[in-house]
T-cell receptor, first 117, second 109 residues
Framework: GAVVSQHPSRVICKSGTSVKIECRSL??????MFWYRQFPKQSLMLMAT?????????EQGVEKDKFLINHASLTLSTLTVTSAHPEDSSFYIC?????????????FGPGTRLTVL | GQNIDQPTEMTATEGAIVQINCTYQ??????LFWYQQHAGEAPTFLSY??LDGLEEKGRFSSFLSRSKGYSYLLLKELQMKDSASYLC??????????WGAGTKLIIKP
């Protein structure tokens, strides 16, 4: 079954509005979640690392005031795209890291496709 | 710097075997992952190698040579549903995955 869920799966919004994307870890508690963005035909780009109970760590070039990340619990992280513009249209994917006996695996959510008109 | 090198696109025939190569350079190394990504979907985990050698899992096998900074994904008995992008992602010393653009695999009947 699914390990990570995202909601919504698809959203269309007007320019200037804010959009919140939820990422939930269903099978285990995740102290760390990652947010990625993927433009068409391009590789995944890490946006930020979300740490439960503390501030997110943003990658260079990602505006922390525009992409608000809240990791309030061990199973939920949210990404809010504030004042969205057409250039923010992209596929947003979250992932959680699960440490088992001998490896650290990342499990990805199904992604959220954002279209800003 | 850190970088990944994979072929942009490959074509293979249904029922055949295909090998997707990946060379990488990372700051530190904590294993290498292969993911499959169908168009419009999130990546799904295929395999993980941390030691040199071949890991076999059904129709898919993955090989790693740490000294050469080289890995490959071997797909056997290709099926049409295997048409997807395949992403090679090494993990650096900070346990962060390094992503390339992936290899788009096209399967023909």
């Amino acid at each position: 079954g699914a390990v990570v869920s995202q909601h919504p799966s698809r959203v269309i919004c007007k320019s200037g509005t804010s959009v919140k994307i939820e990422c939930r870890s269903l099978d285990f508690q995740a102290t760390t979640m990652f947010w990625y963005r993927q433009f068409p035909k391009q590789s995944l780009m890490l946006m930020a690392t979300s740490n439960e109970g503390s501030k997110a760590t943003y990658e260079q070039g990602v505006e922390k005031d525009k992409f608000l990340i809240n990791h309030a619990s061990l199973t939920l992280s949210t990404l809010t795209v504030t004042s969205a513009h057409p250039e923010d249209s992209s596929f947003y994917i979250c992932s959680v890291t699960h440490l088992d006996s001998d490896t650290s695996k990342q499990f990805f959510g199904p992604g959220t496709r954002l279209t800003v008109l | 710097g850190q970088n990944i090198d994979q072929p942009t696109e490959m074509t293979a025939t249904e029922g055949a075997i295909v090998q997707i190569n990946c060379t990488y350079q990372t700051s530190g190394f904590n294993g290498l992952f292969w993911y499959q990504q169908h168009a419009g979907e999130a990546p799904t985990f295929l395999s993980y190698n941390v030691l040199d050698g071949l890991e076999e899992k059904g129709r898919f096998s993955s090989f790693l040579s740490r000294s050469k900074g080289y890995s490959y994904l071997l797909l056997k008995e290709l099926q049409m549903k295997d048409s997807a992008s395949y992403l090679c992602a090494p993990m650096d010393s900070n346990y962060q995955l390094i992503w390339g653009a992936g290899t788009k695999l096209i399967i023909k009947p």
